[in-house]
């Protein structure tokens, strides 16, 4: 089965909770799969929930975390624009898209858990039996969606995400308003894990997530297999 058009979705949120830093989207984990569906010809339309600006996290750009796909961002006016000029979720539908990717960072703890545009869009996603990818902090958008028999979605599914020692080691296990691994288990989630900090997706039939930042790659390479034995 091959598949031309991709939604992204990503946070709104910037304020880092009462700390006065910003925080918002993990660039790593925007431009690595955005670039990876790009260059093969993909079409892609970004959402957010208010739509408009999204926020990057500007420690996601420091030295330290830059990558190949990152720098070819900061380098990209045509996308830094795009990303600049989010639609909002409301304004979309799963009927125009094959597909649906959220990237992380901490932003989507405070926004997206609880955004009814959001929780609607993955249940519809859900409901056509299309495949959905969630990245780090945004696997916590699946912690109040219904799957068909009106239970959570992943409950008894395999899921990962952000995990109490990634925040932890980030020290930010205090700052942010729940962690996430723990959230996801008071749902049901068979919550899985790698070593802090690498490469590590879960698949669970047609529901694709990824630990953190360093697994945005391999979810989208994830996604690709997934279409191509679907064919």
Request: proline letters at 6%; charged letters at 25%; glycine letters at 8%.
């Amino acid at each position: 089965m091959e598949f031309s058009k991709i939604l992204f979705v990503v946070t709104s949120h910037s304020e880092l909770g009462n700390t006065g830093k910003k925080t918002g989207i993990w660039i790593e984990e925007f431009a690595a799969p955005y670039y990876h569906f790009l260059d093969a010809g993909k079409q892609i339309v970004i959402a957010s929930p208010k739509g408009g600006q999204a926020p990057i996290d500007p420690k996601s750009n420091e030295p330290s975390n830059q990558t190949e796909a990152t720098v070819r961002y900061y380098k990209d006016p045509e996308t830094i624009k795009r990303l600049s000029n989010t639609v909002k979720i409301s304004s979309v539908s799963e009927k125009d898209f094959d597909t649906v990717f959220y990237p992380g960072g901490h932003g989507p703890m405070w926004d997206l858990p609880d955004d009814p545009d959001s929780i609607n869009l993955l249940e519809s996603f859900n409901r056509a039996g299309k495949i959905m990818t969630l990245m780090c902090h945004s696997s916590i958008a699946l912690k109040n969606v219904k799957g068909l028999d009106g239970d959570w979605l992943i409950r008894g599914k395999r899921v990962t995400g952000f995990t109490n020692g990634e925040e932890s080691d980030a020290v930010l296990d205090h700052i942010v308003p729940f962690l996430l691994e723990d959230e996801l288990r008071t749902r049901g989630a068979d919550f899985q894990k790698g070593e802090n900090w690498l490469p590590f997706v879960t698949r669970e039939g047609k529901l694709i997530t990824g630990q953190n930042p360093a697994s945005a790659a391999l979810a989208a390479d994830t996604v690709e297999e997934l279409f191509k034995r679907m064919k």
